[in-house]
Nanobody
């Protein structure tokens, strides 16, 4: 079965950086599109960034220029480098597979989430 295990969340001051990692198993990682969603308190989940199996990326307008998504197919891992963090980036961040990452739809698999808190 597919498992997605996120790590790297935490508390950081505004302007700081964090790097999230997601280790995937139970799937052929290299042929799957991957992505990161987030959910802030009282808000709906939203796509943050996606990376296709071929390396094409897309980002939410709110994080463009600050966040970078990347993937390591040799280690079945996807990363989200977050720079210049803002308090409004505070949310639970989820690693996802498949639909809804670089195209339409809803991801079929979700990790357990990792909390990112940005203090002002």
């Amino acid at each position: 079965q597919v498992q997605l295990v996120e790590s790297g969340g935490g508390l950081v001051q505004a302007g700081g950086s964090l790097r999230l990692s997601c280790a995937a198993s139970g799937m052929i990682f290299r042929i799957n599109d991957m992505g990161w969603y987030r959910q802030a308190p009282g808000k709906q989940r939203e796509l943050v960034a996606g990376v296709s199996s071929g390396g094409r990326t897309n980002y939410a307008d709110s994080v463009k220029g600050r966040f970078t998504i990347s993937r390591d197919n040799a280690n079945n891992t996807v990363y989200l480098q977050m720079n210049s963090l803002k308090p409004e980036d505070t949310a639970v961040y989820y690693c996802v597979v498949g639909r809804g990452t670089v195209g339409p739809g809803t991801p079929g698999y979700w990790g357990q989430g990792t909390q990112v808190t940005v203090s002002s």
